[in-house]
């Protein structure tokens, strides 16, 4: 069974909506290694429009090569939107999904192949009252927003996780790898 990665950045306050980080060359660098790993991520409306910002950068690329190659890495990767107001998507690589979340999701587990990401805090919060992450990667930038978008502010339950690894960036940005304990 594959598994369900959720992988996000988010600030010491836990500010989430991707404008509050510092992403940098090391940062862009292990999320196009990351991308690389898995067959498939899941979006909400709001995360792929903004996240089809990396189109631009694949028709007119920075002087920075970490987001070229982030920009051919998000363009590669097969996106799934889960949308009730878009029918359509312009992004060859994207298509929007057919069934409903749950359904979906446990269908894309029980294929074989690489992880299933999810990059938008509307479908982790969804997926983690579903019990189907496996996998928090939280990218945590050494920012305390003040205000914006927080990641588990609709979590009513208790959910209790295993610290299974860590990664440091140079810039302060932490990474923490968790699992949920079934308990």
């Known amino acids: 069974m594959r598994k369900l990665i959720a992988a996000i950045n988010m600030t010491l306050d836990g500010v989430c909506d991707h404008t509050a980080g510092l ?11 990351l991308l690389g790993q898995g067959d498939a991520i899941l979006y909400g409306r709001t995360t792929y429009q903004l996240m089809e910002f990396w189109r631009t950068i694949l ?5 920075e ?20 107001t878009l029918s359509n998507v312009e992004w060859k690589s994207a298509a929007i999904a057919n069934g409903n979340l749950k359904e979906t999701v446990l269908e894309l587990k029980k294929q074989s192949g690489a992880a299933i990401f999810v990059g938008s805090p509307s479908l982790i919060i969804q997926l983690m009252k579903l019990n189907l992450i496996d996998e928090l990667q939280l990218c945590i ?15 009513n339950d208790r959910t209790i996780f295993k610290l299974v ?19």
């Open 141 to 155: 930038y050494p920012v305390v927003a003040g205000s914006g978008l927080l990641l588990f502010e609709n979590i």
């Open 65 to 84: 090569k970490s987001m070229n190659d982030f920009a051919i890495a998000i363009d590669t990767i097969p996106k799934i939107v889960f949308s009730h």
């Open 59 to 63: 028709e007119n690329p920075s002087e």
């Open 23 to 33: 992403p940098d060359e090391e940062i862009h660098q292990h999320y196009t290694e």
């Open 165 to 183: 690894k860590t990664k440091t960036f140079k810039g302060g940005a932490v990474i923490l790898y968790y699992e949920p304990r079934n308990e």
